[in-house]
């Protein structure tokens, strides 16, 4: 193998790392969206508010990592269901366009919290993993780490969504929101569960991601707009779809990111998305009506 | 409007600069006008449910094509702001075609638009070699930056009457939509998408429209906040924070109505001003938090806005 | 068992039902006929709750429906079939049967309940992990007609439920219908085909446009006159 395409296997390799993250990203923003109907904007900035928390915790307070990270879930976890009761709410008849701007208020307001509480300084969580080296390529162990709780989670989320009432009555419930009643379902505590699981999972995205990057208030725009690229790319409220909708972008992200800087790689995923709308209008046509 | 009282607001607007012309006052009144015209562009389209959460983009294009064409090509804004608006026109095209094309409305689209802001923000960053990336940009001083071949002027009182024509413009579009079959083909398209189809209104064509021109006033407002400010970065005229402030202040404005947002534009800039005097440098943050705020409970309260539920019960 | 006294209900400012009054005793099957539009579909989700009504009284087993949170009335023992069946179409045929035991009463039960329904409707044991919306009309409706039974009603509510189904297939539902109702289920039915529901229900109702016009043992209606009036209006 020339060094050349070492370099290229170690990116596709961290593409499918990225991959993996990003899944759960769009996993969280795809659940919330399909048994609310609602698109959270302030998703990432969610994440951030974890990642803020882990530093906390783990930095400030010295709480042993695990802990910190179970912390971490349930905190976002609460703030999901907070945004759901608080702004999502007393807005579920209104018309789509007034949710999303709700939202996107909220995003505003969580940056500039932070902005005020915490400052604009990068904020790095310390931690230094070793990066392994495995056939000429370096593999950063965090990445590996991400990428496994990444699937762990994803799992449990499957698990959870299958054999469960409650996760059985989620997926109910995006399918035919109208007779749920009928089964003796109360809707509202379907949508604040939903929320809490959302929260969770972009608090555990957050543990993941505070270990390779730094917080800062606006991290949040490194991955939100990718994020919800994928999803609408892979039909909102279609887990299957953002699942392989994650990875398609993250090799993008990743392989684009190698020949040059790493903006030119969400350029790339944008320029792909623009593509692909010609393309496979289908994929994006998976919505509910 | 009944023709005698806004015959002598015009006039008022127009001596204002020659009666009064202490210089910061000016300038608040121009930045008024500016971003007014931004959220009145934004809003040409927002009000048929073409909701965009990435007009940044396009204000980040007008302003930094205008910049990096005059200092790198040595052309004159006065050719370059048209290439700016046509460069803004174009990037509006291809997101939009497709997305209209393939029915992407709604939230789809406000997605799209956001991740298109985002991703101009990206590009700019990128190009930080020709554009200086998040440090800003300055376009160059000419003939001591008072000049008409350069579109640099020193005194606000020019500023003032060139904002004040270009605001106006953006109204006399407003009315020119307002009264064409362009409006009601997309309150039609708004309403229900099919069944204007079905009675031959031809869906993208006229959506593309509307995202054209308010994608190349917005471009414009850019090229113009470039040229007064002489000086642009990412986030102030680009970027989510942008694309979020225009539709905060015209939802708070009144979205539907043709001055709403301006009244919008007062808000947002007394409101940033008042907040930098009284809490200085800290300021940084407090505006977004309060804009955040405000944002959410008009939304939840009042989504017609300041102007639109004001109007709303005089009709009754 | 069911009492409705003077309902009125409609959708804004429609008025689908004027002041319906109609009863339905344990152990009876009870049969409401009408045309198209005549307000039958209205009727049945103004009981299961899915719509509130604007006026009247709707009382089960003296529990008033009107002060019960629409989920909670399945938990009083009524399940609702609804019109055009409404499964959940990209979930298989055993999840579908799930949720219809999700109340926290049926889960303990849901084993027997699942042995019930797939000895009733043995084709749906075999096609248990197919996706319901891959199914025909009729399965459809056997799927439905399960999943209601999953939380061991009291009262059953069937909504037209030969609608868009082949005749054939018809004779099946509406012989299991009876094989249900010999199980000691209560059953009321809306349908527009009136020959096959008066020939199972023990009463009936005619309802048009909203209003109940006449009521009786389904042998009288069967022959009478007041049928062809309401449909055809001569």
């Not at chain 1, 596709?12 to 048994?35: D, H, K, Q, R, Y």
């Not at chain 2, 204000?59 to 460069?87: C, E, F, K």
């Not at chain 3, 459809?140 to 999943?147: F, N, T, Y």
Request: glycine letters at 12%; charged letters at 15%; a positive charge.
């Amino acid at each position: 193998m020339g060094i050349f395409d070492v370099y290229l296997l170690e990116a596709l390799i961290n593409g499918v790392l990225l991959g993996g993250v990003l899944a759960l990203l769009s996993l969280g923003l795809n659940l919330v969206f399909g048994v609310i109907d609602v698109v959270w904007i302030c998703y990432a900035e969610l994440i951030m508010l974890g990642m803020y928390a882990m530093y906390f915790l783990s930095r400030v307070y010295h709480a042993p990592m695990v802990l910190a990270a179970a912390i971490c879930i349930v905190t976002v976890g609460v703030l999901g269901v907070l945004l759901h009761v608080v702004v999502i709410a007393p807005l579920l008849g209104a018309a789509p366009i007034n949710q999303l701007l709700a939202t996107g208020g909220v995003l505003f307001f969580l940056q500039s919290a932070a902005t005020i509480l915490f400052g604009i300084e990068f904020k790095n969580l310390g931690v230094r993993l070793p990066v392994l080296k495995v056939a000429g390529m370096f593999i950063s162990y965090a990445r590996l780490l991400a990428f496994g709780a990444a699937l762990i989670g994803m799992v449990l989320v499957y698990l959870f969504l299958r054999r469960t009432y409650t996760g059985t009555a989620i997926r109910a419930i995006a399918q035919d929101r109208q007779i749920m009643t009928l089964m003796g379902v109360d809707s509202r505590r379907i949508y604040v569960i939903t929320s809490a699981l959302g929260g969770g999972l972009a608090g555990l995205a957050a543990c993941l991601l505070v270990l390779q990057y730094d917080v800062h208030p606006f991290v949040g725009l490194s991955f939100g707009p990718i994020t919800f690229l994928i999803c609408v790319l892979g039909g909102l409220g279609n887990f299957g779809g953002g699942f392989v909708a994650a990875f398609v972008f993250a090799e993008i992200i990743s392989v684009g990111g190698l020949y040059l800087d790493l903006e030119w790689g969400y350029v790339f995923a944008f320029a792909f998305f623009i593509a692909m709308m010609f393309v496979r209008p289908q994929g994006l046509l998976a919505r509910r009506s | 409007m009944r023709r005698g009282p806004a015959v002598l607001g015009a006039a008022a607007l127009v001596a204002l600069p020659f009666v009064y012309a202490a210089p910061y006052p000016l300038h608040i009144a121009i930045l008024i006008l500016i971003w007014s015209f931004a959220y009145t562009s934004w809003s040409a389209m927002g009000r048929f449910g073409l909701t965009s959460l990435g007009h940044g983009g396009f204000m980040g294009t007008g302003a930094y094509v205008t910049a990096l064409l005059w200092n790198r090509g040595g052309v004159s804004p006065w050719l370059g702001i048209p290439v700016a608006l046509l460069a803004g026109a174009l990037l509006a095209v291809l997101v939009a075609y497709p997305c209209f094309r393939y029915r992407i409305t709604g939230h789809y689209f406000a997605l799209v638009t956001l991740a298109l802001g985002g991703i101009v923000l990206q590009v700019i960053t990128a190009t930080r070699d020709y554009t200086g990336g998040s440090l800003g940009y300055t376009p160059e001083r000419y003939q001591g930056g008072s000049s008409l071949y350069a579109l640099q002027f020193g005194g606000k009182t020019t500023w003032y009457l060139i904002a004040l024509a270009v605001w106006a413009a953006g109204l006399y579009v407003w009315y020119r939509v307002d009264g064409s079959m362009l409006r009601y083909a997309l309150e039609a398209i708004s309403e229900d998408e099919d069944a204007a189809a079905a009675t031959g209104v031809h869906v993208t064509a006229e959506k593309l429209k509307i995202t054209v021109v308010s994608a190349a006033m917005t471009a414009l407002a850019g090229a113009l906040y470039c040229q007064y400010q002489m000086f642009i970065s990412p986030d102030t005229v680009s970027g989510i924070s942008v694309s979020l402030q225009m539709v905060f202040a015209a939802v708070v404005g009144g979205l539907y109505v043709a001055l709403g947002p301006t009244v919008g534009a007062v808000i947002t800039i007394l409101m940033a001003e008042v907040l930098r005097i009284s809490v200085g440098t800290r300021a940084v943050g407090w505006d977004n938090l309060v804009y955040g705020a405000l944002l959410v409970v008009f939304i939840v309260f009042l989504p017609k806005g300041i102007l639109g539920t004001v109007l709303a019960h005089r009709q009754r | 068992m069911l009492e409705l006294t003077r309902v009125r209900a409609g959708y804004g400012s429609f008025q689908a039902l004027f002041d319906v009054s109609l009863e339905v005793r344990r152990g009876e099957a009870v049969g409401v006929i009408g045309p198209n539009g005549a307000g039958k579909t209205t009727l049945m989700r103004v009981i299961s709750g899915l719509i509130r009504p604007t006026a009247g009284s709707i009382v089960m087993e003296r529990v008033d429906l009107l002060a019960t949170p629409p989920h909670r009335i399945v938990e009083i023992g009524i399940a609702h079939v609804p019109e055009s069946r409404r499964l959940f179409p990209r979930m298989t045929v055993e999840d579908n049967l799930k949720m219809g035991g999700f109340l926290p009463a049926a889960r303990p039960k849901a084993r027997r309940r699942f042995d019930f329904v797939y000895e009733l409707f043995p084709l749906l044991r075999e096609r248990r992990r197919q996706l319901a919306g891959s199914m025909s009309g009729g399965e459809q409706q056997m799927c439905a007609i399960g999943r209601a039974l999953m939380s061991e009603p009291k009262l059953l509510l069937l909504d037209e439920p030969s609608a868009g189904l082949a005749p054939v297939v018809v004779d099946l539902v509406f012989a299991l219908v009876q094989r249900i109702r010999a199980g000691g289920v209560t059953v009321l039915i809306v349908e527009q085909n009136v020959q096959q529901v008066l020939r199972i229900v023990d009463r009936a109702y005619v309802l048009k446009a909203g209003s109940i016009r006449a009521a009786g043992a389904a042998a009288e209606l069967r022959d009478s006159a007041i049928i062809r009036e309401a449909y055809l209006g001569v």
